[in-house]
């Protein structure tokens, strides 16, 4: 049974429909990223699972319990919040606290729990600091400590990152999954930030204008994205505007902008769709059986260190965009050589054509 269960919820404000009959469940011990663009609803979930907005319909259960009539300080759900929220005229170790002593833990209890937490997160050596004389990592830090220490059912993180210049984010994405799952906690983060989801997750929701369009593991998500927004959203890819010219038993034929290409999946003649390939599936030069192949005219050549990113020239709301090992002889390719894109059939996506 699952740990975390959200069953069609809805949540509206005024005419808007934010939350819209969204599923979504949570197994024990797993943590699972809540990843979508701004706006489209990831802060209201959350905030309808701890319990700081009510739903407009549908049911949560968290352990087994149904939530409906449980109030916010007593769903055992403990959240890190975006700017964290810490308590400015607290030191760190009273903030780490306030949780505990809310409970009227009694003191001899509480003290010793705090050190923990705070030797968990490493701040044993702040303790006694005030928290506005902390980094950004060292209120992250303090924050999440102050979160664990009551040891919640489940724990909520609302983009928990961002405040965070790059390297660091980077070091405390890996430094928070390893001390999580060492205490097999149950944890959701939400964030609109790919590289963060892929760093952090079991799963990973995609979340899009209210609803999950797919919940799978970071593996699968890049390889098989189940919808056009999900291949758009995670990571990049080659994408090409067409229609089904042909059937020809399990294969179709798009035609496209830039030429015709085979395709695994069932659509009917006529059906406008969108064909996605992921870019390190493309290959320059001369394709084989099984390929599709497009000619086209390199437009630019990006350098990123690892990678190389060998852009073609595609029509307005297409791209071409091949991405090579860093190291790769381009044998002398240039912007302006035409040169033929190929990858294998099998791995050509396919959706419907998204509304425009
Ligand atoms: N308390 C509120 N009152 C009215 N509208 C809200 C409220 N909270 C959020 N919204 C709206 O709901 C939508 C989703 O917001 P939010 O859940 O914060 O998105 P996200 O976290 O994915 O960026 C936005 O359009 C936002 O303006
Ligand atoms: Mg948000």
């Not at 830039?258 to 659509?267: H, I, N, P, S, T």
Request: glycine share 10%; proline share 5%.
């Amino acid at each position: 049974m699952a740990h975390l269960a959200v069953h069609g919820v809805v949540k509206r404000f005024g005419a808007q429909t934010v939350v819209d009959g969204l599923d979504f469940a949570v197994a024990r011990g797993e943590l699972v990223s809540l990843l979508g663009p701004s706006g489209c609803g990831k802060t209201t979930l959350l905030r309808l699972i701890a319990g700081l907005v009510l739903a407009d319909g549908g049911r949560i259960t968290l352990a087994g319990r149904e939530l409906a009539a449980v109030p916010a300080h007593r769903r055992n759900v403990s959240v890190v919040f975006q700017n964290y929220a810490l308590f400015p005229h607290l030191s760190v170790r009273e903030n780490v606290g306030f949780g505990l002593r809310a409970r009227k833990l009694p003191g001899a209890e509480v003290a010793p729990k705090v050190e923990e937490a705070l030797a968990l997160v490493r701040m044993q050596a702040f303790a006694d600091r005030p928290v506005t004389q902390l980094s950004g990592g060292q209120q992250q830090r303090v924050a999440v400590a102050r979160a664990l220490v009551v040891q919640p059912d489940l724990l909520l993180l609302d983009e928990p990152f961002s405040a965070l210049d790059r390297k660091l984010r980077e070091t405390m994405q890996i430094e928070l999954k390893a001390l999580l799952k060492a205490r097999a906690m149950t944890a959701v983060f939400v964030t609109h930030d790919q590289d963060e989801a892929l760093a952090v997750s079991d799963r990973i929701a995609v979340m899009n204008a209210g609803r999950i369009e797919q919940f799978t593991d970071p593996g699968t998500l890049y390889a098989k994205p189940a919808t056009a927004f999900a291949l758009d959203f995670v990571g990049l890819s080659t994408r090409l505007a067409g229609r089904v010219a042909a059937v020809d038993g399990e294969r179709l034929q798009v035609e496209t902008a830039a030429g015709a290409l085979r395709v695994e999946a069932g659509f009917s003649r006529g059906a406008p769709v969108l064909v996605g390939v992921r870019p390190e599936r493309i290959r320059l030069g001369p394709g084989g059986e099984g390929d599709n192949t497009v000619q086209a005219v390199v437009s630019d050549i990006v350098p990123l260190g690892a990678r190389t990113h060998v852009y073609a020239q595609a029509i307005e709301g297409d791209r071409l965009l091949c991405e090579l090992p860093g190291h790769a002889d381009l044998g002398g390719l240039a912007p302006g050589a035409t040169t033929a894109l190929h990858w294998p059939v099998a791995d050509t996506l396919v959706y419907p054509a998204p509304a425009a």
